[in-house]
């Protein structure tokens, strides 16, 4: 399974971003997805994942009520819509599948990863 990201880049504080996660060579509509995010001189954290179905989602807290997660099974696409950005929320943002299907929010869970895309937030 290739992993595919983008849609990153500057903005400012405020301001919103969608970035989009292109699935190819796989089964996409069974797994489960999840984004990811590594800031500069920190851990990798998670941001948001959903279920095959996109009917399920869970969010870290830091993100919950300013990032909505969605997919597209029809396009073998995910998205992170990222609203209300923070200079904190500057990352390099990766997407990842679980092919056993279980949602959760541990990066071992997830058995690909995309490349990720960098987003930078201005103050």
């Known amino acids: 399974v290739q992993l595919q990201a983008s849609g990153g880049g500057l903005v400012q504080a405020g301001g919103s971003l969608r970035l989009s996660c292109a699935a190819s060579g796989g089964t996409f509509s069974s797994y489960v997805m999840g984004w990811f995010r590594q800031a500069p001189g920190k851990e990798r954290e998670f941001v948001a994942t959903i279920s095959w179905s996109g009917k399920r989602t869970d969010y870290a807290d830091s993100v919950k009520g300013r990032f909505s997660i969605s997919r597209d099974n029809a396009k073998n696409t995910m998205y992170l819509q990222m609203n209300s950005l923070k200079p904190e929320d500057t990352a390099v943002y990766y997407c990842?599948?679980?092919?056993?299907?279980?949602?959760?929010?541990?990066?071992?869970?997830?058995?690909?990863w995309g490349q990720g895309t960098l987003v930078t937030v201005s103050s």
């Open positions: 990842a599948a679980d092919a056993d299907a279980v949602m959760g929010r541990l990066g071992s869970f997830y058995d690909y």
